[in-house]
């Protein structure tokens, strides 16, 4: 299972760290990946992570977001900073191996956290 959390609402220029937990399956052999979608917008991917914990960003988040991992918590953040109003969207975590998480085809997603941006 994977579980997002951290989300919420906060003013332009803040910050949010997404947390994502994963449970029953082989978390340090998988790459693990945010996604967003914005209202009447496809998903997005936005930052990924190997399981070597090598970090590739969107050019929309590159320099504000940064993911990590815990591989000792099975867990998997994302900490979001200067914030704007068009990061808002519902946040979701992806776990699976590398191709298909970058693919959008993970072998697991989050239920979604919703980000809010706005004054």
């Known amino acids: 299972q994977v579980a997002e959390s951290g989300g919420g609402l906060v003013q332009p220029g803040g910050s949010l760290r997404l947390s994502c937990a994963v449970s029953g399956v082989p978390f340090t052999l998988y790459a693990m990946a945010w996604y967003r979608q914005a209202r009447g917008k496809e998903r997005e991917l936005i930052a990924w992570?190997?399981?070597?914990?090598?970090?590739n960003y969107a050019d929309a988040v590159k320099g504000r977001f940064t993911i990590s991992r815990d591989n000792a918590k099975n867990q998997a953040y994302l900490e979001m900073n200067d914030l704007k109003p068009e990061d808002t969207a519902v946040y979701y975590c992806?776990?699976?191996?590398?191709?298909?998480?970058?693919?959008?085809?993970?072998?697991?997603w989050g239920q979604g956290t919703q980000v809010t941006v706005s004054s």
């Open positions: 992570i190997t399981r070597n914990a090598a970090a």
């Open positions: 992806s776990a699976g191996y590398y191709d298909g998480v970058r693919a959008g085809t993970p072998d697991y």
